[in-house]
C-alpha cells in the first residue's frame, strides 16, 4: 500500500489511511509529538519521538482517530523548497504514468 502526501489540513477529507506529512514539531510528550506545517497541526502517536523545532518527514497509519508514526524521518538541514519541487513533480508525472 503506498503512502499519499499530504498537508496535515487534509487529513479528514482522505478515503486512504497512510500518509507522508512534513512540518515543524511543535510540541513532545512521551508518547505523541505535535506536527506543524503551513496549513494546520495534528498530534501524532510514536514510540520513535523526535526533538521539538526538529524539521521532519513522517510516514504515518490512520487509525480510527488517531495517527500512527511507522517512519519519522529527520529533515534538519535540507532545502525544504527544493524538497517540496521534486514531490511537487514527482506526484505531477505518476498521474500520467
Not at 30 to 50: A, H, M, R, W
Request: without cysteine.
Amino acid at each position: 500500500m503506498r503512502y499519499y502526501p499530504i498537508k496535515i489540513k487534509d487529513l479528514e477529507n482522505r478515503d486512504e489511511n497512510k500518509f507522508i506529512l512534513m512540518g515543524k514539531v511543535k510540541e513532545v510528550s512521551d508518547t505523541f509529538f505535535v506536527l506543524k506545517d503551513e496549513s494546520g497541526e495534528t498530534k501524532i502517536l510514536s514510540l520513535n519521538l523526535p526533538k521539538k523545532n526538529d524539521i521532519v518527514r513522517v510516514f504515518v497509519r490512520k487509525e480510527g482517530n488517531d495517527l500512527i508514526a511507522e517512519i519519522v524521518q529527520n529533515l534538519n538541514g535540507l532545502n525544504l523548497n527544493i524538497l517540496k519541487e521534486v514531490e511537487e513533480l514527482y506526484n505531477k508525472v505518476e498521474r500520467y504514468v
